[in-house]
């Protein structure tokens, strides 16, 4: 999120736990809110949603953001993945940890890239997985 723009309501809302028989849709769609509140919590800045769904079998949303530095971005990818076990959508995978540069967190459906700025532009994924007819979205989708 840049600095311009305000937080989401539902950001300040109680954090959203799985429920037993609770079809994939909707546990999908609460993995998703969690981890635009979370990096929002955490002060990710830039913050860009592109949903895959329909598009890739790699996951239904990929979520771009940056740190200000190696340690923003190692802390913001622990706290998430922390946050998505506890909030039991299983554990997250990490890559990239050690460096925290660009840190990849697979959450299943929901796929998040943590860089740094620099290394946010040199890669420019948000250009790469724009697909024609479709854009992404900054902040919330």
């Given amino acids: 999120m840049t600095q311009a723009q305000t937080p989401h ?14 079809p994939s849709d909707t546990l999908d769609e609460s993995l998703y809110d969690l981890v635009m509140r979370q990096l929002d919590d955490d002060q990710a800045q830039e913050i ?3 949903p895959l769904e329909g598009k890739s079998s790699v996951a239904d949303h990929m979520v771009i953001a940056s740190g200000r530095s190696t340690r923003q971005v190692a802390s913001m990818a622990q706290k998430l993945a922390e946050k998505v076990k506890q909030a039991g959508h ?16 697979d959450a299943g459906d929901v796929v998040v890239h943590l860089f740094r700025p620099e290394v946010r532009t040199f890669y420019n994924l948000e250009r790469m997985w724009s697909f024609e007819g479709g854009e992404a979205h900054q902040g919330r989708a």
């Fill in 48 to 50: 860009v949603s592109i």
């Fill in 9 to 22: 309501p539902e950001a300040a809302s109680a954090p959203l736990k799985a429920v037993p028989n609770m």
């Fill in 90 to 105: 299983g554990p997250a995978r990490i890559e990239g940890l050690p460096a925290a540069d660009w840190v990849l967190i």
